[in-house]
């Protein structure tokens, strides 16, 4: 199979999450100004709608091949971020039976390690670049 066939593939595998992410917070900003007041953060209505515009942008970005490096390197951080500050600690639910908060910590334990994985991959992007078909390569 040819590189830029790889190339692409791999690009739409990796924006695809980021971009129906973003978009779906649009849809539902308050889910995720909750997720990020939980965790301590300040200004989590404004932090959600900065998070819905960066997801989409930057996922965008990674599917056409635009600027992929940097767009890369930025998702990788955003992807070991909210695996450290979302993914890192047990879940204790209150009124949730101890299974159930078991349950749900082990699947937040599989976030936070899927997260590093796609940071993984977005570092290795950022290494191979975006391929011949893409706007950087018609940019050069």
């Given at each position: ?10 690009r739409i595998l990796l924006s695809a ?23 301590g953060l300040p200004a989590a209505s ?95």
């Amino acid at each position: 199979m040819s590189t830029n066939i790889i190339s692409l593939v791999a690009r739409i595998l990796l924006s695809a999450m980021f971009i129906m992410s973003g978009l779906m917070k649009f849809g539902d900003g308050g889910a995720t100004a909750g997720m990020i007041a939980q965790a301590g953060l300040p200004a989590a209505s404004v932090l959600a709608i900065l998070a819905a515009l960066f997801e989409t942008l930057a996922g965008l970005a990674i599917l056409v091949g635009f600027q992929t490096r940097i767009a890369s390197y930025l998702l990788a951080a955003f992807c070991v971020f909210t695996a450290l500050v979302f993914h890192s600690g047990p879940i204790a639910m209150p009124d949730f039976p101890e299974g159930a908060n078991a349950m749900l910590s082990m699947f937040n334990q599989i976030m936070m390690l899927k997260n590093l994985t796609i940071a993984g991959g977005f570092l290795a992007l950022s290494v191979a670049g975006a391929g011949a078909w893409s706007v950087d390569a018609r940019r050069k």
